[in-house]
């Protein structure tokens, strides 16, 4: 891999991902505010997966809303290969998912693929697998879907429903399509090279048109579904896309469970997540002041931003604990022009730049008095240029 790319499969997520570079490799649409505007106007509310392009892509939303706006009704399916506990990067789809089933009405099938996992992972047994699938279906039901509009598929046990459609499937791929499109080998198992038509099928359960949101990943699966669909007289799906959550540590690949300090699951415990954030989250302060003076905090990282010179936003990092009891600033380290560097309890070092020169005494000293336990940040507000800090 070239030191500045980055590769997105099913089975491998790798490098720093630039989104629109990867909408021109596979070939979807960019969703733009027309598309954002046209969802509020059936939603009647923004959400903020899509404000914060968490979800950023997606093939024929259009077709599926202009049509669902003449009458035509469609249904949500999304997707899991279980083979470990549920991370946030899983919960992305599927918190989204469940709006869509709020906001339009739809009904919901969820595919726990058992089999998927075994035949991906050298040292998964079937008996793990299909564990933790229960285990994820439960994470799922925890998030509110309509029980009377939801359905969850698990590979090995209903695989009477999926059958005949992933064998109309089977039919009509070929090993060179499934092979140009994975790269699979000669010694690759059969399972996973019949597996795309599993994935297919519950997209052709219901009479109607589907819409699957879904992390970006799986897109390869669903080219393949798409172009078979047609020849099986069944409408393409509508897919929409999220980006791949990074690891705490920064964007290099996504949140897995092969590192697991840098990703938070489901079963951890409040206490266990307060310990990740506070010793792994990248606020995109640097490790020291010194590469801090180097190479400037990363303004696209931080959690809490101050509007910069030229309207360009600058981390703070939090300045406060998440919980929001405790303080993190502990020393202001230099004042440069309206810059303001300060270290946090972590020893890493981040910028505060003040719009206006004049306030850049009244900041320090607000800052001060943080530091001396006088005052307390109680609250931080991102408006459009600025910040708003509510001291306590
Ligand atoms: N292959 C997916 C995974 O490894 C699981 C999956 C099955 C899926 N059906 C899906 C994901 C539909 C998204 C949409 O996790």
């Given amino acids: 891999m070239p030191a500045d790319d980055f590769v997105v499969t099913p089975w491998n997520v790798e490098g720093d991902i630039d989104y629109d570079k990867l909408i021109k490799r596979f070939g ?167 597996y795309t038509s599993l994935q297919s099928a519950p997209c052709f359960i219901e009479d109607m048109p589907v819409l699957i949101p879904f992390g970006v990943d799986q897109d390869p699966h669903f080219r393949i579904t798409r172009d078979i669909a047609p020849k099986i007289n069944k409408p393409k799906p509508a897919l929409i896309h999220n980006i791949m959550i990074p690891a705490l540590g920064g964007p290099k690949g996504k949140m897995s469970a092969s ?14 997540v307060k310990k990740k954030i506070n010793k792994y989250a990248f606020s995109g302060g640097q490790p020291d002041i010194e590469e801090h003076r180097k190479k400037g905090g990363n303004p696209d990282m931080g959690d809490v931003m101050v509007a910069a010179r030229d309207g360009k936003k600058v981390p703070l990092g939090t300045g406060i604990n998440k919980d929001g009891k405790d303080t993190f600033i502990s020393e202001i380290l230099n004042v440069v022009g309206n810059e303001i560097i300060v270290s946090l309890k972590d020893k890493s070092a981040h910028s505060i730049i ?37 001291k306590g």
């Fill in 28 to 194: 979807t649409q960019k969703i733009t505010p027309e598309l954002l505007s046209k969802i509020e106007k059936f939603t009647n509310e923004s959400h903020f997966m899509l404000r914060r392009g968490i979800f950023f892509s997606h093939r024929d939303l259009n077709r599926l809303l202009d049509d669902y706006e003449k009458g035509k009704k469609f249904f949500l399916y999304t997707g899991r290969g279980p083979s470990g506990h549920t991370h946030i990067g899983h919960l992305v789809p599927w918190v989204f998912a469940k709006w869509l089933q709020d906001k339009f009405g739809t009904k919901m099938y969820f595919q726990l693929t058992d089999d998927e996992k075994f035949w991906t992972k050298q040292d998964m047994t079937l008996e793990k697998t299909s564990q933790f699938a229960l285990e994820n279906a439960l994470d799922f039901i925890a998030l509110g879907f309509k029980p009377e509009n939801t359905k969850i598929i698990i590979d090995t046990k209903n695989i009477k429903t999926l059958y005949p459609i992933a064998a109309e499937f089977a039919k009509r791929i070929n090993f060179s399509n499934t092979k140009a499109v994975f790269g699979f080998q000669n010694d690759t198992n059969i399972g996973m090279i019949f």
């Fill in 259 to 272: 590192n697991e300090n840098e990703t938070i699951y489901t079963t951890d415990s409040a206490e266990t």
């Fill in 354 to 390: 003040v719009k206006d020169n004049q306030e850049v005494e009244t900041f320090v000293d607000f800052i001060q008095s943080v530091i001396e336990k006088e005052h307390k940040i109680l609250d931080v507000k991102i408006l459009e240029n600025s910040i708003e800090i509510h």
